[in-house]
């Protein structure tokens, strides 16, 4: 089974009115795993195992490009559950704010 060295991170908007200001959703990409490689002085975060042949780098690209894609409709799905959810709560609000004021 190959290594997964990325994942979407996402955090829920809140839209509560007690809270005031609405806070949107939010995601990053980040590293699930990595290694540091030092190099002349320098210091790298790697995002792929040692590769010692251009095939190698090939793969781990390759391996890369598909966990990016799979991020890719994550965070799709992720935005459009987020979306939903807000326009559920902001209903729910507005349905409030009625039956208070009449």
């Given amino acids: 089974m190959a290594n997964v060295y990325l994942q979407?991170?996402?955090?829920?908007?809140n839209h509560k009115p007690e809270k005031r200001l609405p806070?949107?959703?939010?995601a990053?990409?980040?590293?699930?795993?990595g290694s540091t490689a030092r190099v002349n002085q320098t210091e790298f975060t790697t995002i792929s195992e040692e590769c010692r042949t251009s095939e190698e780098v090939e793969e781990a690209a390759d391996l890369l490009i598909e966990e990016l894609k799979?991020?890719?409709?994550q965070a799709a799905g992720f935005f459009k559950k987020e979306k939903k959810?807000?326009?559920?709560?902001?209903?729910k609000n507005?349905?409030?704010?009625?039956?208070?004021s009449v």
Wanted: charge should be positive.
């Fill in 28 to 33: 990053y990409i980040a590293l699930k795993l």
């Fill in 94 to 100: 507005k349905h409030q704010r009625d039956t208070e």
């Fill in 23 to 26: 806070d949107t959703a939010r």
């Fill in 8 to 13: 979407l991170l996402g955090i829920a908007g």
């Fill in 85 to 91: 959810d807000r326009t559920q709560i902001l209903k």
């Fill in 70 to 73: 799979t991020i890719k409709k």
